[in-house]
């Protein structure tokens, strides 16, 4: 009979061992870029009011939160997202700063997705937070550190897709639609559903010029040029204002040498109702998701309390890890592990050279051999947990090191 014990649920795994390893390796690059930017680290509980989390703040649907109760009977959420916890945190404890805010932030999300799309519940997020800063200059900071971190993990083929919510934003406030029917066109023209879009449009009274430029949205994206033909089509000042944003910070990404990964994408709208302003995702072969997402939320801290912009990024763990191992990108994992084979009558010998060694920095695991272990045995075991080198202590207290 199966062992339900042994099993996790659905949708969460285990992650042990060499991977294990790579993911820390990983995470450890990633958060050194941080650092270098000037992003001071800070962590967020894993699970908050559910009120961080609602409908009016725009984050994920309710049905897809973990919820529960805590003594009192107040509703909590496990995090899924981190954006409104941090927006949170510096409405909080940086209320009276007007001076830009920088936060570095890795941690697990949860997100309770439908099973039938097989999709991790929980994944690791990395992520940055520019926050009092509303300037072009910030948004392609954000840009070119989520690059920087893409090509410290090994990352070399991908591509930055950039686009600006009030381009949609304009559009829809031209045409006059109310709030439902602007969140089912969004995710139509997210899913570049034409037919889709389409039919909604015909539904409601909406000048033709209006009409085609929103069907014509999922259709523009490209490089910079694109943004200069997507100005000759739309007259609202909301969307013009957004594709000169663009070309600003297209501008500014220059200055970073980036220029060669960005491309923009007019049709990409968020399912989150927080962002504002530019918004951004970064693809590469081998998954089908996005590595990056992000954007700014010049509203976002309104909610708890403080007037300030904000722009940020999240990098989802699991799928840069799952990018480059179907791009066969090597991680370079620590190979200087050393296993010390002893027995009991060496002990005190065993322990003095592993502290020794401790000492000098290596990394040195004791192992009391059992007497029906071979040598053979040993080297096995060695080889199985990734170690570089064996020592088997002799009778007499040495040992010499064997790569394995």
Known sequence: MENRLLHTPEGVRDIYNSECERKQVIENKLFNVLKQYGYQAIETPTFEYFDVFSREIGTTASKELFKFFDREGNTLVMRPDFTPSIARSAAKYYHDEDMPVRFGYMGNTFINHLSLQGRLKETTHLGAELIGDDSVDA???IVALMIRCLKSAGLKEFQVSIGHMDFFKGLIKAADLEEDTEYELRELI???NHFGIEELLAEHEISEDIKLCLMKTPE????????E???KMVKNPQSLSALERLEAVYEALKAYGVEDYITFDLGMVS?????TGVILKAYTYG??????????????LNHFGKDSAAIGCVLVVNQLLAALSR???QVETEHDKVLLVYETE???????????MRNEGRKVTMLLKKKEWSKEDCLSYARRNHFASIISMDKDGTGKEELV
């Open 287 to 300: 998954v089908g998701e996005a590595l990056i997402t992000g954007g700014r939320y010049d509203t976002l």
């Open 190 to 192: 997210s899913n570049k």
């Open 139 to 141: 948004d392609a900071e």
């Open 229 to 231: 033909e997507a100005k």
């Open 220 to 227: 523009l994206f490209g490089s910079i040029q694109m943004l």
């Open 327 to 329: 791009q066969k990108i």
């Open 271 to 275: 399912k989150y109702k927080y962002y």
């Open 346 to 356: 060496t002990r005190i010998e065993a322990v003095e050279k592993a502290t020794v």
